[in-house]
Each structure stands twice: as C-alpha cells, then as structure tokens.
C-alpha cells in the first residue's frame, strides 16, 4: 500500500503540470524553429513568394520597355554586296536600233518589229558599299505615351499583389505552425494519459494480489490502456504529417524539425477589434490590388481609343555610299547623303478592329469593378465572421481552464477514494477520460483562437515586424 501511496501523487503531479511542461523534442535531432524564425524561412523560401517576387521585377522591367517606346530610336546599318553574276537588261528594238545607228553611221538595223532586244554587257556595278544611321523620335503617339502609365501602374499593382501573397505565407505558415504544436500537445497529452492508464493498470494488479478489487477492475483497467495505445500511435502520426506540412510550407526538403514554441494564448488588441470592420476596407492588399487592377483597365481603355488619333514621328538618316565595277574601294569613292523629316499617319477603318479592342477594354474595366463590390462584400462578412470566432474562442479556453482545474480535481479525489477502496475503476477511467477531454478542449480552443487571430491578419493586412521586408 505505501508503494502505491508514493506512485499516485507522482501521477497526479504530472498531471497537474502538463500544461506548464517544456516543448516536446523529438527523438532525432534537427533544426529548433519558433513561429518567427519559421516565417522568415518562408519569406525568402516559399516557391509561391518567389514567384510574385520575380513578377515585381519583371514590371519593373515593363515600366522601363515602355519609357523606351516614348525615347528616339538609333540604327545603324552596313552593307557590301558583290553581283556574282550581273543583271542583263532588255529594251524594245525601235529604241535600240536608231540607237546603234547614231552611234554607228555603217550599221545597218533591221526593221524594228517592237521585240525585246538583249543589250550586251550590264549597267549594274559589280560591287556596292555603305553604310548609314537612322534616327526615330515619336513626337506623339497616344499609345505610347498612355503605355508609360499603363506599365506605372502595372508595377503598382505588381507589389500590391506581392503584398497579398506576402500576408498570405504568412498566415498559412502560422496556421500550419499551430496545427504542429497542437499536434504535439495532442501527443504529449496522449502519451501521459497512457502513462497514467499503464501505471494504475500496474497497481490495480498489485491491489487484485492483495484481494483488494475485483477481477473486473483488473480486466477495465487493462481496457484502459489497449484503447489509448492506438490514439498515441494515430497522435504520433498527425505530428509527423504536421511537421511535413511545415516544411512544405516554409521550402524546407527532408530536414527535422524541433518545435521551439508552444501553443500559448495571446489576445488580440480590444481596439483592433472594434475598428476591424473599417480598417478592412483601407488595408486589405486584396481590395487594394483589385483596385489597382480596375485603374489599369482603365489605362488599357485609353490606350485602345489612341488608336483613333494620328501618329506624328521626327526621322532623320546619314549615310556613305560607294559604287564599283572592282573591288579597289578607297575613301574618294564613297558619297554622303543626309535628310530629315516628319511623318504622319491615321488609321481611318480597320474593319471596326479598334471600336471592339475599345469595347472589349471598357468590359473588363466593368467587370474589375463587379469584382471589387463582391470582394468588399465578402471581406466584411469574413471581418464578422472571424471576430465572432475569436469572442467564442476566448470564451471556451476561459471556460475549458476552469474545466480543467475542476477535472484535476475529480480526477485526484476518485484515485484517493479508489486507493481507499472506496470508488471503483470504472470511476476511475470516467475521472481519466474527462480530464483528458477537458485538456483537448482547451488547447483546441487555444488553437482556433490563433488560427481566428491570423486569418484577422491577413484580412487586415497586417504582418509582425520581423516580417516586413524592405526590398523585393
């Protein structure tokens, strides 16, 4: 009896404190990562982020082609060209026999029929060369000029988008990190309620010797633990699925994973929630980017109807030139030219092309702006939504640790009155299985609050400090 008096505090002691325990360590090595180094990993690792990344870049880029259409254009050009084998030419006889006569007072020509006659020799140099520069510089062109903007605005929303997935990361990352620790919680509480089960199984075995209690005890206590085994083998299981999704999620391959966090609560700021229905309007990177977009429509518009008005160009050429019958080119041969000039071109019908590219332009500038309303809707109503998650989440982790504490007590008085032979095992395992529902209750309400609080995160746009990057 003294042997079992010394066990069952030990039991009740781990029981008590199981909350207050530090993090669960695996049983292999590996890299120990809190929620923040974790986010950091997924900023410069995620495949998703990296892409919007390369996307910012390449508006940029974008902005930059577009400056270049409104900035002269420069070519320079070169050419040598050796005949192998001449053009012949043909000229009708009327004309080629008087003049053979002029040239040749004894030539005899026959009467000119009005037949194609084959000169002899070519009048085509055996080898040209130049060289020239030409200049271009668009004086206006609504096209181009509206571009400019377009692109601007492009790059905008480029980085608005980029933003997005940035909040986004981060959010699914703090999701997956929490459904890890939970995960582990679930574990660890697994494991300790098996402890319980095998060492009240070992001194129900001791107290059967004895004549204490009764087989049936023995054969509930035995039920006791085959039944937790294969919730800690299924618990064990979901850690190592949690801590896959996590190092998916961050760009981590087959590298372990050390937890350095638990599954704390942490209240969102009153205040935040009292001005989150106004503050979504203004912040979300969502809202904002579809905004952008609506305002590059609205370019793309322009940008099509430019195609109504002229384009007017400045272009001016120099240029060498020198023409042979030899290859002997020296720098008396070549002859310079030059000119400058202005052009001007309409369109005056294209087939109704521009009045459907216009058209086309102006329904997806309306349908941006669908979008937005909707988007605006379901904001506001997912701001709603995840608030009430959150007054409700905090309501059942205050209620589930006044459970918790109530269960700690159940549980210790039936072991003290089972000890006593005054209170059976069935009573014992109903004391076992409410404390242990009791802690589930608590660390899942501990994990939907977080989760609520991220997902009010990423509708506000809101990211942690060491989150914020500086630069693209």
Known sequence: MNQIRLIFPAILLAIFFLDMAPAFSQDLPGRKLGLEDAIRLALKRN???????LEVKRSDARVMEAWGNAMPSVDLSSQYVHFADKPVSYFPDYLVYPLAKILDSTVHPPK???QLVLMQGSFTP???AGASINVKQILFNGAVFIGVGAAHVYSLLARDLYQAKEVETVTKVRK????ALLAREALEMMRSSLRNAEDNFKNVQLMRKQGIVSEYDELRATVGVDNLRPAVLQSENNLNLSLDALRNTIGIANEEILLADSLAFAAVDDALLEHAEGLVIESNPNLSALTRQIELNGAVVKAERSSYLPTIAAFGSYSYQAIKN???FSTNDFYKSSQVGLSFSLNLFQGMQTYARVEQAQLEERKSEEQKINLERTIKTGVHSVIGNLKQARKRVEAQQRTVET???GYKIVTTRFLANAATQLEVNDAQLALTQAKVNRIQAVYDYLVASADLDQLLGRLPSYAIESSY
């Open 112 to 114: 000119a029929t009005g």
């Open 47 to 53: 495949p998703d982020l990296t892409s919007a990344r």
């Open 126 to 128: 055996g080898f040209t």
């Open 326 to 328: 030899e290859f002997n």
């Open 176 to 179: 997956v990190y929490y459904g």
């Open 407 to 409: 269960a700690e007590r």
